[in-house]
Each structure stands twice: as structure tokens, then as C-alpha cells.
């Protein structure tokens, strides 16, 4: 049994370390606050609004506080980034800069249950290297910084985790009632996190699908997450006349698994195929009354028959797409949104929203590796390096941490993270952005930190319970 302490912000039992960890972190993300300067007009302007999902969600939001309701809320997005957008912006007033400052206090929230999860499950020692690795990974570090949902929808992961493992500590029926509020609050941040329950309740059925007592209360967990989404459905129905929670699924899966998929079986352009689909996908909507779910049905059943008749080209795109998602640095899109000088090349890179170190799943290491060496201003190549070095050492500590928990029979925790990773990998796939491999690194983060304290200090065993 995991054996957890009975407070989560209890410092007294806390290495001088963690607090030391957590001040490094605040001072290096307000210093980079500084740098962005995000209550300048400028910035503001040029930077924030840049990405037509921030616009978005911004928008979404100030409609709420307009109206007071969700009468005009697009259901391309799911209302849970925007609430929470709506309600600082109500409280503090409409200033932008406030929600970097609280994904800040967020992220610096997400350091500390990490560590605290790390701790129960294993040692204080392995839970210090979680923490740090998870406190400078970059691009975790860089979404803080964006008017984009990754930052909360990584902390309500974590605390979701947290749930799970007070669930096996105490079987307790409230934890698993907040862990149906956890998984439904999942969702509504972002729509990818809908069949989240599956995986969770598959790992704890597996290893406990003889206590009746835990099967059934898992089942009331999963109702109440079920009961948590039903009013957006039936709100949904009741404008719309269609079943049907976002929208956003049936775009994307055209977007990008069809037009890539195509781009390489035809040779024609990936951005050329997009812009075709765009309006395409307009058209077709306006002839449907405007309807969002009957259009985006539409395209997803065309997406996933076309994807079934082309398995040979996609398959493999697929599973690049999720290699590329863990290896894409995106340093030309942080540079440029601090304002930092980059190379010529990338404004179109960037144009295209493809990914400058892979820009294609279909692209060989050759090209991959020609491209992190070319010609560029030194601001890339240190950042380049810095992202190269602290992924390729995450990476190897991941797989020495799969090898470890293995041995010390962590089966549980192993299967859990594993299928979770798998999970948000495979469901995004071929769009192989970095952005997509925010939610999988606090899982990768722990396994990586197991399998380096054990690489610093063999000699030294894990002190915990089995599960």
C-alpha cells in the first residue's frame, strides 16, 4: 500500500532542498516574465494575440463576462480554459498578464506535487530529481507564458494522479467521488482528456478486479464523472440538435492526420492541402445551417474511412508523429515570442505551423540532423543544445527508470504511467508539435527520476512499499 502523508503543503517534514527548488524556479520564471514584459501594448498585440487558439480562448472568454452566459460559446473549444480565464479577468480586471502570473503560481504548485507524489511512491531523494527536471523543462516552462490551457490542464493531470493514489491508500468513497470531479474538470479544460477515465479505470480494475467493494466504487467514480459532463452535452443538444461535446475532434483529425497523410502519398504541399480543407470545411458548414457538430461529424467519419483505406501511408505517420512530438525543440517559436532574434528560414516554418527540428513525420534523421547543425544566430544553437541535452538525458533516465521500476516490481505505477503516456501520444500522433508532449512529461519526469537516482547512487536502495 502507498503510504501518503496525511498533509500535502507540509514543509515541516520537508528537505531544506524542495523549498531551495521552488525559490529558483519563482525567481528564473519572474525573470523571464520580466524579459516578456506582458503588460506592455506592444506585447500585448504582437505576441499574445498572435495564436488564433489564445485569440480564441481570450474572445471566449470576455463573451462569458459579456453575457453572463455561454449563449454564443463556440463548442470548437470545451468552456473550462475560458471559466477560468472569465473569472480572473472578473476579479483582477481584464489584464492579460495576471493569467501568466497565476500559470506561474500554477506551474510552481505542479513542482511541489510532483514532488510530493514522488516522495509517496518511492524516496525524498528520487521525488527532489522529479521535481527539478519537471521545474526546467523547457517547454513546460515556456507554455507558463502563453494565453493556452497546457499550464492548468498539467496541473489538473497531477492532481488527478494524486486522486488515483489516494484512492489505493485510503479506499475512501470521497476520494473517489474527487476523482470523478478531477477527470470531468480533465476534460473540460481540454477535450483530449475525455477518455482519460478508460485508461485510469482499466489500470486500477487490472489490479484490483477481485475487491467487489473497490470495482463498484470505481464504477460510481466513472458515473459522476459521466453525470459532471452531461449538462455540456445537453446544453450542446439543445442549441445545436446534435449529441455531441466539442467539435474540435473532426477538424483535427482532417487537418492533420488526413492532409499529411495525403501530402505524403500525392507530393503535393502539406500547407496547400490545409488551406483547401480550411475552406473546404467553411463551405460545408455554411450550406448546414452553421451547424459545428453536423460539419464536424462529417469530416471526422470522411477522415477515419480515408485513414482506414490508406493504413499502409498513415501507420507509420503516425507513430513518427508521436516520435516527433518528443523530439521537436519549437526553439525558433520561443526565441521569437521573447523576442529574440532567429534565422530568415523560420518565419515561414512558423507560417506553416510545422515544426522546424521535424517538420514532416515522413523526414529522415538525415535532414533532422542537418537541420539542428545549420547555419544560425547563437541564441538558437544554445537554446537548441539546452532543449537536445536535457531531453536526451530525460530520455535515457526514462528508459533506465522503465528497467528499474520493472525489477523492483512497481507494476501498478509502471502500467498506469506507461498507458497514460500512450494515451496522450497516440491520440494526437501525427501532429507531432511539442506542445502535444506537455501532458505526458510529469509521467515521464518521475520514471526518468528513478532511473537517475539509481544511476548516481546504486549502492543506495529505494525505501517504499510495494504495491
Not at 500554477?106 to 527532489?128: D, G, H, M
Request: with cysteine.
Amino acid at each position: 500500500m502507498i503510504q501518503l502523508p496525511h498533509k500535502i503543503l507540509n514543509f515541516k517534514h520537508c528537505k531544506f532542498n524542495i523549498v531551495s527548488l521552488l525559490i529558483i524556479a519563482a525567481i528564473v520564471r519572474l525573470i523571464l516574465l520580466i524579459v516578456l514584459q506582458p503588460w506592455s501594448a506592444d506585447t500585448v498585440t504582437n505576441t499574445f494575440y498572435q495564436d488564433f487558439d489564445s485569440r480564441q480562448y481570450y474572445k471566449l472568454a470576455i463573451n462569458i463576462i459579456n453575457e453572463k452566459s455561454f449563449i454564443s460559446f463556440v463548442p470548437f473549444r470545451t468552456p473550462g480554459y475560458p471559466v477560468f480565464l472569465s473569472f480572473i479577468f472578473l476579479v483582477f480586471g481584464i489584464r492579460p498578464w495576471l493569467i501568466l502570473l497565476v500559470h506561474i503560481l500554477i506551474n510552481l504548485f505542479s513542482i511541489y506535487l510532483i514532488y510530493y507524489i514522488t516522495r509517496s511512491i518511492f524516496s525524498v531523494r528520487i521525488a527532489l530529481i522529479a521535481s527539478a527536471i519537471f521545474a526546467f523543462e523547457p517547454h513546460t516552462l515556456y507554455y507558463c507564458y502563453i494565453l493556452l490551457p497546457e499550464t492548468l490542464f498539467v496541473f489538473s493531470l497531477i492532481v488527478t494522479l494524486l486522486l488515483v493514489l489516494k484512492v489505493i491508500h485510503s479506499n475512501r468513497w470521497i476520494h473517489y467521488l474527487l476523482l470523478g470531479i478531477s477527470l470531468s474538470i480533465v476534460a473540460y479544460i481540454k477535450p483530449i482528456g475525455i477518455y482519460l477515465p478508460i485508461v485510469i479505470g482499466f489500470s486500477l480494475l487490472l489490479f484490483y478486479k477481485k475487491h467487489k467493494l473497490i470495482f463498484l466504487r470505481i464504477i460510481g467514480s466513472f458515473f459522476l464523472y459521466i453525470l459532471l459532463l452531461t449538462p455540456w452535452y445537453i446544453r450542446n443538444y439543445s442549441i445545436y440538435n446534435e449529441i455531441g461535446f466539442c467539435t474540435i475532434q473532426g477538424f483535427n483529425l482532417y487537418l492533420y492526420n488526413v492532409c499529411i497523410t495525403e501530402a505524403y502519398k500525392s507530393g503535393k504541399n502539406v500547407s496547400e492541402i490545409k488551406e483547401s480543407f480550411r475552406a473546404e470545411y467553411k463551405n460545408y458548414k455554411e450550406k448546414h445551417n452553421n451547424n459545428p457538430f453536423t460539419t464536424s461529424k462529417h469530416y471526422g467519419n470522411y477522415s477515419r474511412k480515408y485513414l482506414l483505406n490508406n493504413l499502409k501511408y498513415y501507420i507509420p505517420l503516425h507513430i513518427k508523429g508521436m516520435r516527433n512530438i518528443l523530439i521537436t525543440q519549437n526553439k525558433i517559436e520561443i526565441l521569437r515570442y521573447f523576442k529574440i532574434s532567429t534565422h530568415p528560414s523560420g518565419k515561414q516554418r512558423k507560417a506553416d505551423n510545422i515544426p522546424e527540428f521535424s517538420v514532416l513525420p515522413f523526414e529522415n534523421i538525415i535532414i533532422l540532423t542537418q537541420r539542428l547543425f545549420a547555419k544560425r544566430p547563437l541564441s538558437e544553437h544554445i537554446l537548441g543544445m539546452y532543449i537536445l541535452l536535457f531531453s536526451l538525458s530525460v530520455y535515457f533516465g526514462f528508459i533506465y527508470g522503465i528497467y528499474k521500476m520493472t525489477l523492483l516490481q512497481k507494476h501498478f505505477i509502471l502500467l498506469l504511467f506507461l498507458c497514460i503516456i500512450i494515451y496522450f501520444l497516440g491520440i494526437v500522433g501525427i501532429a507531432g508539435h511539442a506542445r502535444y508532449k506537455l501532458p505526458v512529461i510529469p509521467f515521464i519526469t518521475i520514471i526518468s527520476s528513478v532511473g537517475w537516482n539509481l544511476i548516481f547512487s546504486k549502492r543506495q536502495p529505494i525505501e517504499d512499499e510495494q504495491f
